[in-house]
């Protein structure tokens, strides 16, 4: 527990951090209707970072911010620009087209570079677990600044974010706040992509503020929402990606993605009248329903087509009943595929077991001798070849299980899984149909009266 403690508090730290700062600049993100704008910024600091990468400098050094930064600024100038445009052309076609562009562009640089595709995947998901006291002390102070000149510049800055043409202010004016908004943006997300990745400042961005939104209209209850659902949905992504050794980025992303359904199916379940959350917990049973039916319907059909392929569901349920592939074959083929799984589990066990005891000898004991290490190897490379081998000997007599499997199991599951989805329709199309007669009875009466 103190270990875990010890690895996970600073990013923990660096996490708040970023709540803090990123879900305030998503309402105004929200309220401005263009979601997207965070991540074309964020990619346009990514490509700075790239550029300084393919020049030779760390992306996390000052000339690597300096470029992310002049990236980001260009980009703060275009949808300023672009919000003129926008009574013609929606501004979120322009926010898609700049960051398609940026993810191009990133591909281009780093296409020539070395280890560009891992400075790539270190720009996505980041590395928020090797995060410094220093850093965090950094973030905290510029975040601060930042939070402070837009808490002096609240009006028109809200101003500007509410309204397409606030009332009052000349076309400059709007240009200049909008400008203003757009470069603050850009420095905190220039200074957090480095080390949270682009996926995980999208995140923070936009998925605490539509919660937030989801709940309530008014700014400082949506931001107290926001602040408080971003830290537990990182404190949840940090825990799970320790305790099943997931990418940390990647499990804080997922995490607040299940807090925004947890909060959807909330809004739509509890927090309404009785009359309505039935009506919705009726619908939500119907999906869930269609989903389950379409999903089976699919799974049987596959396995009627293509039954040595991989079939996932099917695959699901076996481990779930503990009714395998054996169970359709016969004695002497069963004795073969149950005989294959426990040699190539024994042979993986020796090749985990010789792993570990190198491992082990290099970083805690005394070194083995060459000799012995060249012994090893033989040894392990024999007995993955067995494994193999196993393994092609379970595939072969599973897939003529599956084979026999989209008879028995395939044909009734389809059928089964067929009429559920025509009960269903039944069901839903009828009350639909009654609800719009109503609807136009009712319509038809107030013309008459």
Sequence with gaps: MSDALALLVLPFAASVVFVLMHAYLGVHVLRRKIVFADLALAQLSALGATVAFANGYPAASAAGFGYALLFTAIGAALLTL????????????FVGIVYVVATAATILVVDRSPQGAEHVKKILVGSILTVEPMDVAKFAALYAVVGFLHWLARRPLLAVSGEASPAGRTQVAVWTWDFAFFMSFGVVVTSSVTTAGVLLVFSLLIVPA???????????????????VGIAGCATGLAGSYALDLPTGAAMV??????????????????????????????????????????VLS?????????????????????????????????????AFENAARDSMRFQEEVDRLDALEKAARYQGTPLPDDEIRRIASYQQSFNEM?????????????KARTRERWIIGVPGAF??????????????????????????????????
């Design 82 to 93: 672009t919000r003129s445009l926008a009574r013609v052309v929606s501004q979120e076609a």
């Design 210 to 228: 539509v919660i937030g939104s989801i709940f309530s209209g008014k700014l400082p209850v949506v931001l107290l929402i926001a602040w408080g």
């Design 254 to 295: 997922t995490a607040l993605a299940g807090f925004l359904v947890l909060a959807g199916l909330a809004k739509v379940l509890l927090f309404v009248g009785s009359e309505r959350r039935q009506a919705n917990l009726r619908v939500a049973v119907q999906a869930m329903l269609a989903v389950v039916f379409l999903a």
């Design 299 to 335: 799974s049987c059909v596959w396995l009627m087509i293509n039954p040595t392929g991989d079939q996932p569901l099917l695959a699901l349920v076996e481990r779930a009943t503990g009714i395998g592939p054996a169970q359709f074959l016969r004695p002497s083929e069963r004795d």
């Design 387 to 399: 494994t193999r081998g196993e393994r092609f000997v379970q595939d072969v007599l599973q897939g």
């Design 416 to 449: 089964i899984a067929l009429l559920g989805l025509l009960w269903l329709a039944r069901r839903v199309w009828p009350s639909r149909l009654s609800g719009r007669n109503k609807d136009g009875v009712a319509a038809r009466d107030s013309v008459v009266t």
